[in-house]
């Protein structure tokens, strides 16, 4: 049998992402054969006894994969060492384990994919994939024609340039508006990030929109359901050919910087 990296193997078993197992590696978690791994580029078969917290891992069978509607105040992982509630807390009555397709922040709600598929998850979260969101957010006070440019060119962050991402006010809530925002990257906390910068904080955050997918009406904050064969293609052909998604969304970008 061909050998892989701990990591991925993992990953493959529906442990965690590979990011998330790299931290149980390195955490000292993870063991082979009852030696405790704490190298990056360990190497395994598979037929190796593989352990996780003393637990053994087996890949999984069955590929599942799962559209939430996650509330706030859950986090975006399987486990947390304060005690606090996981997404994975939310799911009853699945006997495979599964683990978030990247993450929405503690205080954000919206659409999260879970699933065991390790490959799955590396293509949509991989930074080529270039795989737009799409946000609805209250926002303090109302962005204006000069915040819609900014988001054009690509606003300037703490971390560097962010790309050109959409911006455009839908709403109004009292004296505040009610945005939808459209990027392609995934930063830690980059949409109340980019709304700081324009001086127009958030108040309220929902992801509503994942590439091909929108967040099912249906769901209440909470509850989950699996994803359509119809689903997983075009979200799969969205990953493996994004170009036309882009050309079409940055074409309009250009339109509405130009006004």
Request: proline share 4%; aromatic share 2%; hydrophobic share 35%.
């Given at each position: 049998m061909e050998q892989m990296r701990l990591q991925k193997y993992l990953s493959e078993c529906g442990v965690a992402s590979r990011r998330a197992a790299e931290g149980m590696i390195a955490e000292g978690r993870v063991a082979v054969d009852g030696v405790t791994v704490s190298e990056m580029g360990f190497k395994v078969t598979g037929r190796e006894r593989i352990t996780v917290d003393g637990k053994p891992v087996k890949p999984e069978r069955n590929r599942i994969y799962i559209m939430m509607n996650k509330p706030v105040s859950v986090l975006s992982s399987v486990?947390?060492?304060?005690?606090?509630?996981?997404?994975?807390?939310?799911?009853?009555?699945?006997?495979?384990?599964?683990?978030?397709?990247?993450?929405?922040d503690y205080d954000t709600s919206g659409l999260l994919?879970?699933?065991?598929?390790?490959?799955?998850t590396k293509k949509m979260t991989h930074p080529s994939s270039e795989i737009w969101k799409t946000y609805e957010a209250v926002v303090r006070g109302e962005?204006?024609?000069?915040?819609?440019?900014?988001?054009?060119?690509?606003?300037?962050?703490?971390?560097?340039?962010?790309?050109?991402?959409?911006?455009?006010?839908?709403?109004?809530?009292?004296?505040?508006?009610?945005?939808?925002?459209?990027?392609?990257?995934?930063?830690?906390?980059?949409?109340?990030?980019?709304?700081?910068?324009?001086?127009?904080?958030?108040?309220?955050?929902?992801?509503?929109?994942?590439?091909?997918?929108e967040l099912d009406p249906a769901l209440k904050p909470g509850a989950w359901r699996y994803l359509t064969d119809d689903?997983?293609?075009?979200?799969?052909?969205?990953?493996?050919?994004?170009?036309?998604?882009?050309?079409?969304?940055?074409?309009?970008?250009?339109?509405?910087?130009?006004?």
């Open positions: 486990s947390d060492d304060r005690g606090r509630k996981c997404v994975v807390d939310l799911i009853d009555g699945l006997k495979e384990r599964v683990y978030p397709v990247g993450r929405l994919l879970l699933t065991n598929d390790g490959d799955f962005p204006n024609e000069g915040n819609v440019r900014r988001f054009a060119e690509g606003l300037e962050l703490d971390d560097g340039p962010a790309l050109p991402a959409l911006l455009s006010v839908i709403g109004h809530r009292g004296s505040n508006a009610v945005a939808e925002i459209r990027i392609r990257e995934g930063r830690n906390r980059q949409v109340r990030r980019m709304m700081e910068a324009i001086k127009h904080p958030v108040l309220k955050l929902k992801r509503v929109g994942f590439g091909t997918l689903e997983l293609r075009r979200l799969a052909a969205c990953a493996e050919n994004p170009a036309h998604e882009k050309d079409r969304t940055l074409s309009g970008l250009s339109r509405d910087s130009g006004k």
